[in-house]
């Protein structure tokens, strides 16, 4: 990816933070819940944990780990039928790296 690609990628998920921030706390706090029991998560787990509202644009969960609370240690691929299996990452908590 382009500098001026993360750029804009980058604002787009500020964006989010400000315009949908009560939705993404609702997915993270699903995200902690999953990977304090399970040691991981990714966004596969946040999307069967929180329901979405209709017309969520999918770009919007790109910005749920865009905290420090996670890491990323992996990949996986999505599971729900629009992402066509892409690649997403998988994650563990910050303070789990650290045991």
């Given amino acids: 990816m382009s500098l001026e690609g993360r750029t804009i990628k980058e604002q787009q998920l500020g964006l989010f933070e400000v315009q949908h921030g009560e939705l993404l706390e609702r997915c993270r706090a699903a995200a902690i819940v999953y990977a304090r029991r399970h040691g991981f998560v990714s966004i596969n787990e946040v999307r069967e944990a929180v329901t979405l509202p209709p017309g969520t644009h999918p770009s919007l969960l790109g910005a749920v780990f865009r905290t420090r609370k996670f890491r990323a240690i992996g990949y996986t ?17 910050e303070e789990q790296s650290s045991c």
Wanted: hydrophobic share 60%; glycine share 0%; net charge positive.
């Fill in 77 to 93: 691929e999505a599971l729900h039928p629009a992402a066509h299996a892409r690649v997403v990452r998988v994650y563990a908590l």
